[in-house]
Structure formats: C-alpha cells, structure tokens
C-alpha cells in the first residue's frame, strides 16, 4: 500500500512539474499574464507531494518490506535501525529519488520565501527549476522506480554492502546531494535572470543564500566522505584523486568561486558574466558526477549502479540542460551590460583572480578524470592519478592561496599595494621563517627525494593562518559583521587543512610488521604491545580483535582495540582500524592477517597533525555557516525595513 | 567613462564553454556506446620471453624454462591456478587443443602442489609442462594480469599473441590459426 | 557438464569475491626494508604504481594477493640497488602505461602537461583583458 502512495505522488509531482514549467513559462509572455498566481502554489504543492513520496520510502527501509524489489536487492532485517534508514539512499534509485525530492523541496522553499526578485524573473527561474526536474522525475518513474514490486517476495534481503554501514557514510550521501541539489537552484536562478535579462545585485543576493548553503553541504559532505575513507579503507589514504572523489569536488570549486563571485555582484554589482557563467557550470557538475558515477564508464573503487542504460539516460538528460544553459547563456550574455568598474589593484581584482585560478583547478581536475576515457577511444589505456593531480592543481592553487593572503586586506574599487605592506610582512616573514627552520631541522624533507609540495605547503598554511585573521586586527570585534567572521573563519580552516595536509604527507611514519603475541613495536613516538587477539561477535558480523596497548614518548598506555571483520550478507572482509587522538597527531592501528607461525600482520602508523585536514574542513564549513546566518539575518532585518517604509507611505496615503 | 571595446571578440569566447561541453559529450557518447573492457593487456606481445626457470609445480610434470620454450616448435604457455573458477571452464578447450596436437605448457599461479594435483585430477591435464609461480614473479615478467590467460610462444621464444580469460569454444580455431602464423 | 561449468561461471560474475589463493603473502608484501631511505624510495614508487586486479588502487593500498607481489618485487628491486624509474619502466613495459598514476610523456598523453600551460595562458589572456578594459577607467 505505502509502496503505491509513494509511487502515486511521484507521479503527480511530475505533473506538477510540468504544470509548474509550462505556467511559468505562459506567464512569461503577454497573454498568459493571468497563469502567474498559479505558478508558486503548484511548487510548494509540488515539493510537497515529493517530500510525501520519499517519506513512503524510508518507511518501506524502515518495515524491510521484501516485497518492494529495491528493499530486497539492498536491505535486510537484521540490520540496526539508522542503517535501515541510511539503506533509503545507499542505492541507485534511492539516491536520485532524494535527488529529485530535494530539488522540489527547495523549489517550494524559494516559492514561498523569495520576494525581492522582479516577478518575472521569479517566474523564469520556477519554470527552469520545473524544466530541470522533470528529466530527473522521467528518469526515475521510466527507468530506475524505487517502488517496483517482485511478484514473489524472497525470504531475505541481500544486505547492504557492509562498507556502507558506517554512521559516516550513512550521512554522507545526503549531505552531498543537499549540496548538489542546492546549487540547482542558483542554476535555476541563472536561468531566470538570462531569460528576463535581469543580471544585477538582485539576483546574485537572492541567489546567494543558497549557494552558501549548498556549498556549505558539499564542503561538510566532502570532508565527511574524506575521513571516512581514511579510517574505513585501512591505508591512512584520505583522498586519491578517484573518479568518484572528482566528481564531488568539480561541484565544490565552482560553488567556490560561485559564492565569492555572487558577494562581488550583490555588492559591487561587477562580475555579472562571471557569476551567471559560475551558476551554470556549477550545477553542471553536479549533473556531469552523478552522471559519471552511475553510468560505468570510467573505472572507480566507488562506483555503483553501473548501468550503461541508465548512463545513456542521464546523457540526454545532460545534453538538454547543460547544452541548453550554455546556448542560453552565450546568446544573452551579450545583453549582460558591463558592471561597475574596478582597478588591477582592488579586492574584486583579487577576486577575479581567484575566479580564473578555481576555474582552472576544475578544468584540470575534469581533464585528468577524463583522459583515460579519451585515450581509451584510441585504444590504449592510461592511468592518471595523484602523481598528476597533486602538482598541477599546486601549479593553481599556491597563486590563488597567495592572492587569498592578501585579497580581504585590499579595498573594494580601487587600492595600492603599498598601503598593506607593513600587514603582509608579518605572514610573508612567517612563512620564510618556517621554511627556514624546516630547511635546517628537518632533512627528512630533502632526502631520498625533495617533498617540494608539502615544505611549500607547510609555510603557506602558517603565514595563510596569521593572514587570515588580519582582517579582524583594529576591528570592534563585537560590532564586526557576521559575513566578515564567516569569511576569517573560512580562510583560517583552509590554512588549518594545508597544515594538516602537509604534515601528514611530510613527517608520517608507517611499521609493518609480523608480531607476536606480547611483543612491542615503536613507530614514532609511540610504543605498541600487542596484547591479546580474540573472536567477538556483532548484530551481522564476527570478526578477530586485537587488543593492544599504546603508549606515547613511555607515558601511560591507552588500550586500541582495531578488529578485521567478516560480514555475511553480502560476504565482504572490511578492516576496522584502530585510532588514537592526541593534539599532534593521530595513531593509527591495523590488524591484518596470520600467518602459518602464529605472528600477526600489525599495520602501525604515526600521522603528525592529520586530524587538522578535518577539522580545517570543519571550519571552512563553519565559516560558510556564519556568513549563510548573516547574510540571511541582513537579508531579513532589510526586508523589513522596508515593508516598515512601505506601510509608512501607505498610512501617509503616498 | 571611455567606451568598452565592440563586443565581437567577446561573442567568440562566449561559446567557448558549450564548445567544451560538445567535446565532453562526444568523448562519452563513445565511452557509453563502446565500453572498454576492463582487461589489461600484455605489452609483451612481439617481444621476446624473459629468461626464467620455474620449478615442476607436480612431480609428474617436468617445470618450465625459456631454454625449453624457445626449442623450435610454438607452442600455448597457459596462465592458471587451482583457484580460479574460470580455468575450470577451459579445461575441455585445452583438452581439444591437446587432442589436436598443440603442445600446452602451464604456469600454475599462487599454488600448493596438492591443490594442482587435485585441479588436474578433477579436469584433466593436459599439460606437457608445469612451472609453479609462487609470488606471480614470471607472470609480471610477460605482463600477464590475472588468470586464466594464455599466450601463444613462437619457435624461437617470441609472444605472438595473448588470450586474456578463460578460452572458449569459439576461441580455439582462432588460437590454431595464431600457432600456424607462429610456425611460419 | 556444460550448463554445470556456465552455472559456475554465472555464479562467480555475481559473486563480488575472487577466489583466493591459499600461498601466504609474498616476502616483502607487508615487510619494509631494513634501511629506511630505501623504504622510503620504495614506498613513493608503490603510491604511483597501479594494482592491476582492482577497480582504481595504488598497490600501497591494496591487500589483493597480486599487488602484494608486485610490492615485492618493488621492494627487492629496491634492496639489490635499482632505480625507482627503472622499476618503473620495467613495469610500463609489460603492462603499458595503464599501471602507472605518474602519466609518462608520450603522444598520446602530451595535452595533459600542455594543459596546464594552456590554462595559464588563457588565465593570463582573460585578466589582461579585464584589466585593459578598466586601466585609465578608475583613478
């Protein structure tokens, strides 16, 4: 029954959609004036249908009803509650149902909220919001149904692949898809104001809120999936670089570049071409990973649904909307006029340079993901990976960290270099004084080889840390806005992550070893004994935990308990890696297999500073949050005021 | 305020992002519509066998050489293991190879000597020759990637061809006629 | 015997496990090298080189049976003195450039080093536009 429902408001919301694109766009036009009452009802009632739809879903997760073909194929009644409910959007069709019902969500959400925008436009951007989700509700109802019945339901489910059950990765997906979806509605919003040629201020400030909360998601959604990678895989390794991993970051560096380019257009009304472009390919990639990740062609250790039928699908799907905004986008953008202007030495300057840097980043990252498909048409096969990505983004991304030292210090319009000298001295003498010290204190840096990257990146990341919060110094810090700490926090997070990132690939060290029972290893400063290895049992696992006991620089021991487990359904081995967290760093402890003469495999590593890249994630998040809160708390005092105004003419009978 | 330049030269580069996505769906229409199989296959092809000398993998078997290999007559060197289901598959098309005169020679990957006892007894041997490759050290040095593969090994110790996964019926006339192509 | 053998087959396409062999690991699979900077040489080689059985892993990464005997060749090559490139291209040359994360320079693979150099080019060429437009424009 619950099945049925979900499948019939699915099925009215794509309705809804269609009616809410074909209103939106009469209105548009001279005789279909009148539709234009209709067009923010039918979103909220189409959000709302969806949002039902969904529910229906996890209920059926909820209940295991093996009946409904999707629960069969992917859950089981053994498993713990949050990971019936994560299993809603561990699969294909679970996952673009989230997808589509986000996307209505937010439709109904700026349908009801958004009054600041020229009513056509607010019209054009609805309709392209409709025109875009009716591919995605097209897909889902004619090609990948979530509530599909089996004629004869099976006894038991297959299980969730135990990778994913994980309370990490069991919220990964959502925040990620909150993020991509989000930046629909900038694309939504692109859309509106090429149609109605409405470019300016007030488009990128409503448009901003979303793309700070979307980008907020992705940067929180990434940085989840990145640690969650590093304690599940059993290597240390955070980020490879992986098909997969690149289609969740060309998103996140457009939304990058979105956000700052959007806060110079809602400002200083310049950079109108930059930002709508931006909107465009943001959501773009969006389409372009989902696309990449469920169509199979490229190889990854994450890829799923790998159907090259549904691929095809989501191709069309991709040709229409992406090939459609940039047709858009190329003939109007001539009717863009030029904004305000600004001189070679000026914070927008800064930032237009941090534009073209990002946009760099995110082609290079789209080339290497998708050579290997290119070399492959010509019959050969290459493998493009970490050695390549690593110094070519560094190529991009040093100038734009350097441009970012000094950018929030510049003022708007019009500055000279000469003015801030005294207050970048101090980063860039900081930044000398570290990659002296580690010239001198640290030769592990320099043989066998040179770790170019991780010397520079570490001296970066202390002067970016200190230039960072130069905005703040001879501030009211009580009276300075919330945008202004959100934009300190932000940048001070991306310093706290190089730091991280390049600590950890500088001065980690890793012990292998073949250890018996009650023998002690050092690695670093640590000293591990392994104690005991036993059988434990869980709710669908068994599995052999070691228990050891580590102890830092000889202080007291603290007991690590890392296990290998063995999943039945399906049958999959994962290892559960054993992590110790100090201020410095992090110990990292694995158990691998046994050999004939009854030694254990140990896998020991000593990761100085490594959990600094996720809590600089962390606070690039939170710097996101904070400018979202402001901006929107600015938004909401302005749009008072304002009516206050408006009713005051109105009593005065003006 | 001087006047922007003519907006021409700014039309080009205007198309210049659809011009990158045209690009992008071509390159994946031919990824979609003829998908790469995910074999990799040797470079070795052409080149001649590195030099190794593989103990006998089961004492009724004498082991595998280059020296013996590169005797005059090609011959199929069979990559397999006693743990890989799919040389189960192939082993009535070694047998017909066999039958027909084709001299096979095998490198059993990764295997205890009564594991490859056992795998013979329950699907025949057909083996003239069997090396055991404990730690895939030979396999690696011809560029094989997995198991089963079989090569085909001119006269003179050259790879003339690579048969990646298990041989199928179909398969067999093809690996006859890349031994003739040997043989001249 | 046929449809025994297909039924086989069927059931290894769908299950997600190879088979596995029953030999312990390779020597020097999970064991470092005594002398640390040979390690080290060794180590960074693993990281670029790619394990050929799995869907998208470095063999530094990897617990697949063949990686850990690719990382002993790695590392016994190391220990009797060979350069990591030589391994390196010993490896290329029998499996080709697919094993290989660090892309070798080759016609087939040029416009991925020229890409950066076109993207800075192109970078330089928009913000010189920009800011021809503007120079003289604002004081």
Redesign the interface.
Known sequence: MIAEIGLACLWMAGALALLQLVTGALALTSKGVGLAGIVRPVAVAQGLLCGLAFVCLIALFLRTDLSVKLIATNSHSLKPFIYKLAGTWGNHEGSMLLWVTVMALAGAFIALVERRLRNDTMLATLAGQAFVSIGFYAFLLLSSNPFERLAVPPPEGNGLNPLLQDIGLAFHPPTLYLGYVGLSIAFSFAIGALVTSDVGPAFARAMRPWVLGAWLFLTIGITAGSYWAYYE???G?WW?W??VENASLMPWLAATALIHSSSVLATRNALRAWTVMLAVVAFSMSMIGTFLVRSGIL???H?FAVDPERGSFILALLAIYIGGALVLFAIRARTITEGA????TSRE?AL??NN??LS?IL??VL??TL?PLL?EA?G?????????FDP?GA??FIPMLLVMAVGPLLHW??DRLGRITGKIAIPALLIGAVLLGLALFAPSLF???FKLLPFIGMGLAVGLAVASVMPLIGRNLRRTPLPTWGMVVAHLGIAVSLFGVATDSAFAT???V?SRIGESHTVGPWSITLKNVEPVAGPNWTSLEATMAASYDGGTATTIHPQARNYTS???VTSESALLTRWNGQLYAVL??E??DGRW?L?LWWKPFVPMIWYGGLLIGLGGLLSLIGRVARDMKRSRAEEKIADRRERQGR | ??E??APRRAGLWLWVPLAVFAGFFVLVMTGLLAPADRE?????IGKPLPQFDLRPAVPGRPGVSTAQLADGKPRLLNVF?S????C??EA?QLEALARQGVEIDGIA????TQ?VERFLDANGNPYQRIGAD????VQ????S??VPETFVIDGKGIIRHQHIGDIRAEDVPKLIEKLREAGQ | ?TRL?LL??A??MAA??P????????PYA???LDDP?QE??A??LM??L?C???????I??S?A??AG??R??VRSRIAAGEEPEEIRQW?????????????QLRA??W??FA??LV??G??AL??RR??R???????
């Open positions: 895989l059993g290597w390794g490879f992986d098909p190889t990854s250790v890829a202007r600004f001189a070679l300057s237009v340079v073209v840097m760099a082609g290079i080339l290497g050579y070399t010509f050969e096969k290459v493998s493009v990976g970490p050695p390549y070519v190529i991009f319009r019009n043989t066998p080889s890793e012990k292998l073949a399906p049958p999959t691998g297999e050999a004939d495999q896998r | 305020m001087s922007a330049p990799v296959a040797s470079a070795m293991a743990w890989c289901i799919p189960i598959a009535p990957i990764r295997d205890r594991d404990d730690l895939s050290q690696m040095s011809i560029g990637s997995g | 015997m053998l086989l087959l059931l290894v997600p496990l088979a596995q062999d029953l030999l312990p690991p390779a999970y064991k470092q900077a080290a040489k180590r960074a990281e670029t790619r050929l059985k799995c869907q998208s892993q470095a530094s990464d617990d049976p063949m005997d690719m002993h060749q490896l290329v040359e029998r499996y080709g450039d697919y094993v290989s994360y660090t892309p087939m693979t416009p991925l890409a950066p993207f800075l192109v970078a928009l913000l920009r800011f437009k503007t120079r003289g424009a604002v004081k």
